[in-house]
């Protein structure tokens, strides 16, 4: 069964830096609040018509009590340079929830690794947010860190940065490895070289591992194929070795997918 979405106008409650170049957009939309799972997105339109297609923000927080959502973003290019411009009182239309989701239930009673790189950490909150038991969080930044009050008040917190300013020098492998670290499960999201990376380490560990990929999109909800990926079995819309990130994911087990 498909899951439910909605596309509507979601009022802008709050507009905050939280790093250079880095933004908080808190929105009301109770029903996206209520629905969303740790691990979906939105689609954000661009009131410009000359940008056309939505852009893909993961959900960083879902309150169903308050009704709001957080998206964490990094200005890219102008779709998210015009979000930046939003301010309290404003609307903006979205599509969401989307995507499948973190498989919550995989980390039952188990010690879990939730893994973020760059702009992949902001679903991590809601992830860290939502799942019980023993989670030690691994963000990786290149100099600036950001969220890192939210991630260390959900789970024990190490940091590396590429340039050695906070936490370990280097990756988020490397930040495990300095620290001695082990895990039954990994979530994970961020650039591409850093998820091969964890698929080789979950595979030579011997470790479940879920990855949430981050790809162009057009449609974002399945009818495109721009956002294809390689995959091990064939896709059921296409018939060829192809996972749609934005329907089939964005989170794959790792073993599922070629990156
Ligand atoms: C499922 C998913 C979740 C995402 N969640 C977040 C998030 O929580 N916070 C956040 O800051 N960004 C996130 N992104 C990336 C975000 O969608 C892009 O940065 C955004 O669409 C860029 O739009 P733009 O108009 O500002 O830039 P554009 O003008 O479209 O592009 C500017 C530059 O960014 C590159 N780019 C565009 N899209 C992507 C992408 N998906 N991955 C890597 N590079 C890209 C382009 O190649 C170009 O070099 C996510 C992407 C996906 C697929
Ligand atoms: S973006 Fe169109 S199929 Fe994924």
New binding site residues.
């Given amino acids: 069964m498909e899951a439910e979405k909605v596309y509507v106008k979601a009022l802008v409650r709050e507009q905050k830096p939280v790093g250079t170049q880095i933004f908080s957009l808190l929105l009301e939309e109770k029903s996206i609040a209520s629905m969303a799972k740790p691990g979906q997105?939105l689609s954000v339109y661009c009131r410009d018509q000359s940008?056309l297609l939505p852009?893909?923000?993961?959900i960083?927080e879902a309150d169903p009590d308050a009704g709001t959502l957080r998206?964490?973003?990094?200005?890219?290019?102008?779709?998210?340079?015009e979000f930046a411009g939003l301010r309290s009182g404003d609307t903006v239309q979205v599509l969401g929830p989307l995507?499948n989701g973190f498989p919550l239930q995989e980390a039952e009673g188990k010690k879990v690794f939730l893994i973020g790189g760059g702009?992949g950490i902001?679903?991590m909150v809601e992830l860290a947010r939502r799942l019980p038991g023993e989670k030690q969080i691994i963000a990786g930044y290149r100099d600036e860190v950001f969220l890192t009050k939210e991630l260390s008040e959900n789970g024990e917190l190490f940091i590396a940065t590429e340039d050695g300013s906070t936490g370990t020098k280097g990756t988020v492998l490397d930040c495990i490895r300095e620290n001695g670290l082990h895990a039954d499960v990994i979530y994970a999201c961020g650039p591409t070289p850093m998820l091969r990376a964890l698929k080789e380490y979950a595979a030579q560990e011997g470790i479940p591992c879920w990855l949430s990929l981050?790809?162009?999109?057009a449609c974002g909800i399945g009818a495109c194929l721009a956002c294809v990926c390689k995959s091990v079995e064939k896709d059921e819309h296409s018939q060829v070795h192809n996972k749609r990130?934005c329907a089939e994911g964005?989170v794959f087990e790792a073993g599922q997918i070629c990156l």
């Fill in positions: 997105f940008r852009r893909p923000i993961s960083c998206l964490v973003y990094r200005i890219a290019g102008e779709g998210t340079r995507g702009i902001p679903p981050e790809q162009r999109m990130i964005p």
